[in-house]
């Protein structure tokens, strides 16, 4: 059999298979059914939000932790900031087991932002944090460079929970 | 944007119910799965073997205070075929 009479037989056979199960998906659901399968989606999505958003506790909990590490780093007491970073992984870990969801990490851009901020300012305030030892003494110099990074922290964790509340609402409407 | 594709797989209420759950979130736990679409271990679990074996999405299960716990996770795959019934869903409802 000629190369092109195979090649237009098969050509013939997808072609109806397509057809067939084209019109078989559309005689499947009307527009009542589709509405209707859309709704259920939103509010699955909704639920879905909802067990995502972070306590107050947590964000702020992890910002403190956050803030000690520049404490740490700025007062010279490097060798205890595993114990802070120990304890951040165990509190991330607690919270994904008590709420049974993982959030999704944020997108790459929100990442690349966030990465171009926090180091620089991380490193930033551990030399402010430093250079005002001598001016404001060894505890309360560092106490305020992490306190600056905590409040940094807290307020980008407020924003990604505003995020997530202001998701909930535009599927409300 | 998604191309609109009708998936029967995921149109399956239960079935379209846990992606429209997965879609949003990274991983969720089977029982927070269950309590949400308040059905059966065992109605959950043929839903989510049939979506596993068509790599729409995976499993995995850990140890935790003594009890099994099984996490589920939408995959890329998935999570683009889930899209793409949604715009074929909007299409037929006449949203756009």
Partial sequence: MPQWKVFAIVLSILESHWVNRMKKDKEQIGKGEAIEALNSVENMKKASLKRAISPRWYSAFLAVLAGSLVFLSAANLREYQVLVILLMGIVITYQARKSGVTARAVQMKELMVGIIILIPLYLLLVVIGQYLVPALGVILAPLIAGGLLTVFVYVLSMYERQKYISAIDSEDS | ?96
């Avoid at chain 2, 736990?29 to 679990?45: P, T």
């Avoid at chain 2, 999405?57 to 996490?71: C, D, M």
């Avoid at chain 2, 996770?73 to 715009?87: D, M, Q, T, W, Y």
């Fill in chain 2, 1 to 96: 944007m998604a191309i609109p594709r009708f998936n029967t797989l995921i149109h399956a209420p239960n079935r379209l119910q846990i992606c429209a759950f997965l879609a949003p979130l990274e991983e969720v736990e089977f029982q927070i799965l269950r309590v949400e679409l308040d059905v059966s271990d065992s109605v959950l679990s043929k839903h989510i073997k049939q979506l596993e074996q068509a790599g729409y999405v995976k499993q995995r299960k850990n140890k935790s205070e003594g009890r099994q716990r099984t996490w589920v996770r939408l995959v890329e795959e998935g999570r683009r075929a889930f899209e793409e019934h949604i715009e074929e869903l909007k299409r037929l409802a006449n949203i756009t």
